[in-house]
């Protein structure tokens, strides 16, 4: 499956605590992502890497931060959730020229 | 920025009948159009894509063909089958493939 993981695969937590949700690949690829999914909004990316310290921010980042420190991980965090950050989130990697994105298995958060 | 609709947001066939779903992109510089097919519980995988040089591409009973000038592009699915149940998302990228905006999604339901 791509060799990309996810975790935790699900998680409760409550408002105003910091939660991280780690991505990891087996691929050596630049290229990864983080998007949450909503019904009625599809995948809406958070923020992006393109290589080792290399982020920016994708057209939902207010709220979250990430950081990639080696090329296999990919860390999402969210510094103080909010109700409003319930969602799936998934972590994507891109072969570099494809445009093909392999989907990690998704994390289910959920923020009380 | 970019902007991709879908329609319809939901579609119900026969099985055997043909479903044909629509998105529409607003940035002209989109070069690039995948479709990814998630089914329930499943990460979103790419099923077909296409390149804004291409004007339709065909993969044995699926095909998108695209429209430059509208600035649309279409997924047909024939014969369809009950394992063609899923979410269809269309997407565009303007730097083949380095960064997508996801349309909202199509949830399609092959009845037997």
């Known amino acids: 499956d791509a060799g990309i993981t996810q975790s935790p695969r699900h998680k409760v937590t409550e408002t105003g605590t910091p939660v991280t949700l780690r991505c990891h690949q087996t691929?050596?690829?630049?290229?990864m992502y983080w998007y949450r999914q909503d019904p009625g909004h599809g995948l809406r990316l958070i923020h992006y890497?393109?290589?080792?310290?290399?982020?920016d921010k994708g057209e939902v980042s207010d709220g979250y931060s990430v950081s990639r420190s080696k090329t296999e991980d990919f860390l999402l965090t969210l510094e103080s959730a909010t109700s409003s950050q319930t969602s799936v989130y998934f972590c994507?990697?891109?072969?570099?020229?494809?445009?093909?994105?392999?989907f990690g298995e998704g994390s289910r958060l959920t923020v009380l | 920025g970019e902007n991709v609709e879908q329609h319809p947001s939901t579609l119900s066939v026969q099985e055997g009948d043909s479903a044909v779903i629509k998105c529409t992109y607003s940035?002209?510089?989109?070069?690039?159009f995948p479709w990814y097919k998630q089914e329930l519980g499943k990460r979103p995988q790419l099923i077909i894509d296409?390149?804004?040089?291409?004007g339709e591409k065909k993969d044995q009973r699926i095909a998108v063909t695209l429209n430059k000038t509208a600035k649309h592009f279409s997924l047909h699915i024939t014969e369809t089958q009950p394992e063609d149940s899923a979410v269809y998302f269309c997407?565009?990228?303007?730097?083949?493939?380095?960064?997508?905006?996801f349309g909202p999604g199509t949830r399609l339901s092959v009845l037997p």
């Open positions: 940035d002209s510089a989109s070069n690039y």
């Open positions: 890497s393109y290589g080792v310290k290399d982020t």
């Open positions: 997407a565009a990228s303007i730097d083949y493939g380095q960064n997508f905006v």
């Open positions: 994507a990697i891109s072969p570099a020229g494809t445009g093909e994105l392999f």
């Open positions: 296409i390149r804004s040089n291409v």
């Open positions: 691929e050596n690829h630049r290229y």
